[in-house]
Structure formats: structure tokens, C-alpha cells
Nanobody, 118 residues
Framework: QVHLVESGGGLVQAGGSLRLTCAAS????????MGWYRQAPGKQRELVAT???????NYADSVKGRFTISRDNAKNTVYLQMNSPKPEDTAVYYC????????????WGQGTQVTVSS
């Protein structure tokens, strides 16, 4: 069993900062690309940022320059530093990871609510 556990969501004022954390636990051999996605009410889930095991990153245009994704491979943990969030960043944020045990499967966290007040 593999679990992705997210933490760090909550209420933040526009222009503030918030840090999300997602840790992978369970039985596996390796963790590949990890990422953050979000889903706002009435909208489809969308990519926020991804990071490979080697540290290469990819960001949605809407968060470039404001959000930073990073990871600690020793802890199988990925972070999302959210600086200068805007009300339109309000959503449920989901962690995603490609994890290899007998094969590579994609796993999702349970989601954490981020609400940005104006």
C-alpha cells in the first residue's frame, strides 16, 4: 500500500504565503515525478507544477514566478511554496506521484483546501 499524505492547506490572505507538503509512505522502490494539481469548484483539475526525481520543474503559466515546487528525495516528500497567492488560486490542491513497486503507478493524495482571501 502506498499513501500520499498532504498537509499545510488553510486560509491565507492575498499576498501572503503558504507551504504545502506531501509525503509518500508505504512499500515501494522509488518515486519518480511528483506534482501538485488543483481543482476549483465547477472547474476541471489542472496542473500546478511538477518536479522530476532529478529536480527538473514545470509550472502552469498562472503560477510562474509565484509558486515554487521542490522535493526531498531522502524523505520522499514534495513541497509547494505559494508566495503572493491570489483569490483565484483558491482550490483543493492534490499531490500526485509516480511510484514504482512491481510497476509504475500514479498515486493521488486526498487533497487539501487552500482558500485565499482578498
Amino acid at each position: 500500500q502506498v499513501h500520499l499524505v498532504e498537509s499545510g492547506g488553510g486560509l491565507v490572505q492575498a499576498g501572503g504565503s503558504l507551504r504545502l507538503t506531501c509525503a509518500a509512505s508505504g512499500r515501494f522502490f522509488s518515486v519518480g515525478t511528483m506534482g501538485w494539481y488543483r481543482q476549483a469548484p465547477g472547474k476541471q483539475r489542472e496542473l500546478v507544477a511538477t518536479i522530476t526525481s532529478g529536480g527538473s520543474t514545470n509550472y502552469a503559466d498562472s503560477v510562474k514566478g509565484r509558486f515554487t515546487i521542490s522535493r526531498d528525495n531522502a524523505k520522499n516528500t514534495v513541497y509547494l511554496q505559494m508566495n503572493s497567492p491570489k483569490p483565484e488560486d483558491t482550490a483543493v490542491y492534490y499531490c500526485n506521484a509516480n511510484i514504482r513497486y512491481t510497476r509504475i503507478d500514479a498515486y493521488w493524495g486526498q487533497g487539501t483546501q487552500v482558500t485565499v482571501s482578498s
